[in-house]
């Protein structure tokens, strides 16, 4: 036993160094902050020493209409996840549990337009908001943002929801109740897990999404987050203290839907939840 001792204290050891190395940057960043015209990064010995101020964080907020920025986005991606979430369970449902036609490679179809890049889809992507008049619009956004995580969604719970026992639905069944009954009383329950963790990566991906809000909202009034955060890049030089203040406040709400979704996606699915009357 002891000739395994020091095995496991270089094992700790590598973890320890491998956490503190992905650890340092956020801790940098953080320290960053508290520097006042800081045009220049700090020297990583420099940021220890610092004194802890909230002078940074205070003027970002009252900066640049950055509450505006900050709400817009508040609302924005809420509906949009709201929206990916119920559409793409409602779209998985009926991939799981139904038959028809075609089923299989219009499946195959969605897994397809995964594989293509962002980037590549922004120029048809504003062309197809601009036909529709919604460029400038939330609506246009809502529409690209649902349109794009519903796919991902889909193949997500598609696999989840053939795993829940069709034994479920008898009761349903039996007390006169349909498909849509079957959807919302045994199906969503049950998928909590999977919908907190899904919750959680939509809200991300939305809330730090910057090229296509870039891209269709043409507005100041209507801009979001992202695009607020790179005004604080002046022209000739950057503060560095409150551009890392502005994206630590931007990073408040994903670190609260973490911790709201958390305990979901942490839960085993089928001891809960069940068949409601």
Request: no cysteine; glycine share 8%.
């Amino acid at each position: 036993m002891n000739t395994s001792m020091p095995g496991k204290i270089a094992v700790y050891v590598i973890i320890v160094l491998g956490a503190l190395l992905f650890v340092f940057p956020f801790i940098y960043m953080i320290l960053t902050t508290f520097f006042l015209g800081t045009n220049t990064l700090p020297k990583p010995h420099e940021v220890f020493s610092v004194t802890p101020n909230f002078a940074n964080y205070v003027t970002v907020w009252n900066k640049n209409n950055f509450v505006n920025y900050f709400m817009n986005s508040v609302i924005v991606t809420s509906v949009a996840m709201a929206g990916s979430l119920f559409l793409g369970a409602l779209t998985a449902y009926g991939f799981a549990r139904f038959a028809f036609p075609g089923k299989e490679f219009i499946f195959r179809l969605f897994l397809l337009t995964m594989m293509i890049p962002a980037v590549i889809n922004i120029i048809p992507t504003f062309v197809i908001v601009k036909d529709l008049g919604l460029v400038n619009t939330y609506s246009g956004l809502w529409l690209v943002y649902i349109a794009g995580g519903v796919v991902g969604n889909v193949f997500f719970l598609r696999g989840f929801f053939e795993s829940i026992p069709k034994e479920l639905e008898e009761s349903v069944l039996m007390d006169g109740g349909g498909n849509w009954r079957i959807f919302w009383n045994i199906y969503l329950p049950q998928s909590l897990p999977a919908m907190g963790t899904l919750a959680i990566f939509i809200f991300q991906g939305t809330w730090e999404e910057y090229f296509l809000a870039l891209t269709l909202i043409k507005s100041e009034a209507l801009r979001t987050l992202p695009i607020a955060i790179m005004m604080f890049n002046d022209k000739y030089a950057t503060n560095y203290g409150q551009i890392f203040a502005a994206s630590m406040i931007a990073l408040l709400p994903v670190i609260l839907i973490y911790v709201t979704f958390q305990k979901k996606f942490v839960q085993s699915g089928f001891n809960e939840g069940g068949v409601k009357g």
